[in-house]
Each structure stands twice: as C-alpha cells, then as structure tokens.
C-alpha cells in the first residue's frame, strides 16, 4: 500500500483482556517494528522483525507482550490480561531493510485500559 | 538511551522567529541521525538526516547541525510557522549494538509550539 496502514485507531478495552493490534507494511518494506508511546512522551522500542531473521524482542516490557509477523508482511502485537499501564498509541514503522533507517510510521493504535 | 518515563522539554516561538531544538545523542558510533516531526494524533513523519561524514545539511527551510565533539545535534526551523507545531524527535542508529544494527534510538522529543 501506499502508506503502512495500523488497525484499529482507537481501542478501549477492561482490564484482563486480551488485544490483537494489526499492523500493514509499505509493499516491498522488509523490515517492521513497533513501538509505544505513552501520553506526552517519547518512543519506546518494543519489537524489530527483519526478513526471516529472529525479531528483536529486546524491548518488550513483559511475557504478556507478544507479536508475529506472517509471510513477511502483516504483524499482529498481541498484549495479553491488559492493565492499565499498557494505555498508550502503539506505533508501527517499516523501511526497506537492514540498515535503512528511512522508516515511515504509521498513525498508530490508541489502546485505552479500562 | 532511548526516552521513556520522561516529560517532554517544551519551546514555545512567535511565527517568523526561528527555531532551535537540540538533541544530545549517546553513543559515539553512530553515524546516521535523523530529525522526525510528530503532529498531533499521527505518527512521526521523516524530516532531515545527515551521515556522521557531515556537518551541516540543509532542506527546505530546516538545517541540521552535528557536532560529534560534543555529540550533540541540532534542528534549525527558519521563519517557523504555525504549523510547525509539533513534537520533534532526533534519532541515531548504533551500528555497534550487536543484533539492533537494522534501528534507531530515538531521543526524549521537544515540544514545539509556535505563537502567531
């Protein structure tokens, strides 16, 4: 697609639930990460998927966080029995590969906890 | 480091004036920068680089300056406008942190807010 499309925009979800967020790469874009952002502040790296390399976990928070990436395109972050800190926009970026840093950001998921 | 559990710095402009946001990176490897520009309710959008080979690049009314001496690495906005408001993000790639050569380390952000 044109641009890397996420879904849904906004999610209001109760506390222990489980969330699926979808994330759609640029066509073409090997490379796919998340990130998170809570109320005015900045980006927190969670995941990095790279081809059909390991991802880089490193950032995620806790095991409730958790997300997959198939046939090299579309990734689902999958955040499992929410609380409350886990309210924040939840952004996706892809880029072209490894070591192209010419990431185009998504608009991101608002998750609210409730 | 990467900027989590910190409130933004904030700089507040008249339109016309120019602009000056700063950002102090970490790691000396790093040999690519990159300024993204968040608006409200979106995600950062792509602004200006430069490579560590360089220290100054110009784009359309926005300068970029790196001083590697001090690590330290500055967006220039001439005649800023109101919709330049936005939150202002530099970010460094750390070619020297193992499995995390293919991203990016983004800075804490600067609040930008331009008076009319």
């Known amino acids: 697609g044109a641009g890397v499309s996420q879904s849904p925009s906004n999610k209001v979800t109760e506390k222990g639930k489980d969330v699926e967020l979808r994330c759609d790469p640029i066509?073409?874009?090997?490379?796919l990460y998340w990130y998170r952002q809570s109320l005015g502040q900045g980006l927190e790296f969670l995941i990095y998927?790279?081809?059909?390399?390991?991802?880089?976990k490193s950032g995620l928070p806790s095991d409730r966080f958790s997300a997959e990436r198939t046939g090299g395109s579309v990734s689902t972050l999958t955040i499992q029995r929410t609380q409350q800190e886990d309210s924040a926009v939840y952004l996706c970026?892809?880029?072209?590969?490894?070591?192209?840093?010419?990431?185009?950001f998504g608009s991101g998921t608002r998750l609210t906890v409730v | 480091g990467e900027s989590v559990g910190l409130h933004l710095p904030t700089l507040s402009v008249q339109e016309g004036d120019n602009s000056i946001i700063n950002c102090a990176y970490s790691n000396s490897a790093s040999d690519y920068f990159i300024w993204y520009k968040q608006e409200s309710g979106k995600g950062p959008q792509f602004i200006i680089d430069i490579r560590s080979n360089m220290d100054k690049r110009q784009g359309q009314r926005v300068t970029v300056l790196l001083n590697k001496t001090v690590k330290h690495l500055s967006l220039q906005i001439a005649a800023t406008q109101p919709g330049d408001s936005a939150v202002y993000f530099c970010?460094?790639?750390?070619?020297?942190?193992?499995?995390?050569?293919?991203?990016?380390?983004f800075g804490r952000g600067t609040q930008l807010t331009v008076w009319p």
């Open positions: 970026a892809s880029s072209l590969g490894w070591q192209d840093y010419g990431y185009t």
């Open positions: 066509s073409g874009h090997t490379a």
């Open positions: 998927f790279q081809g059909n390399s390991a991802p880089d």
């Open positions: 970010a460094e790639n750390m070619p020297d942190r193992g499995s995390t050569l293919g991203r990016l380390y």
